[in-house]
C-alpha cells in the first residue's frame, strides 16, 4: 500500500527531486504539493484524515514550517508529519517537536535516515479513504 504524502517544499528542483526519489525507494504516493504556510495549512485540513505523511520544510515562500506543524497538531495519530530541512539546528528541531512533529532530518546530512523513516511507515501504514 503506498503511503500518502503531502510535500511542503518552496524549492522546485529539491521538490522533484525528492518526489522522484521517495516514489522510487518507498511505497510513496505523493499526492499534493505547496511552497506557502498558507497553501499548505489549507490543503492539510481540507484533506483531514486522507493523507498519512506530510514532509515540511522549515522556510517556505510564505510563512514557515512552524506555522504548517501548529496547523497539523489535531491529526490523527496514524498521520506522520516530518520537517526536512537545511535548518536543522537544536532549537528548530526543539521548537518543531514541540509543535508536534515526529521526526526532523537535516536536507544536508540525514537524508539516508529520512528515507528509512518513510520506508518504515509504509510498513505500518493505515489505509485512508
Known sequence: MAL???IVEDNQTILENLIETLEEIAS???VGHAATESEATLWLSL???RWQLAVVD???QEGSGLGVLAGCRDR???QKVVVLTNYATADIR???LALGAD???DKSNELDEFFAYCIAETAVA????
Open 28 to 30: 510513496v504516493k505523493v
Open 126 to 129: 493505515i489505509p485512508v479513504h
Open 94 to 96: 526543539q521548537r518543531s
Open 58 to 60: 522549515m522556510f517556505l
Open 47 to 49: 484533506h483531514d484524515g
Open 76 to 78: 490523527q495519530a496514524y
Open 103 to 105: 521526526a526532523v532530518f
Open 4 to 6: 500518502i504524502t503531502y
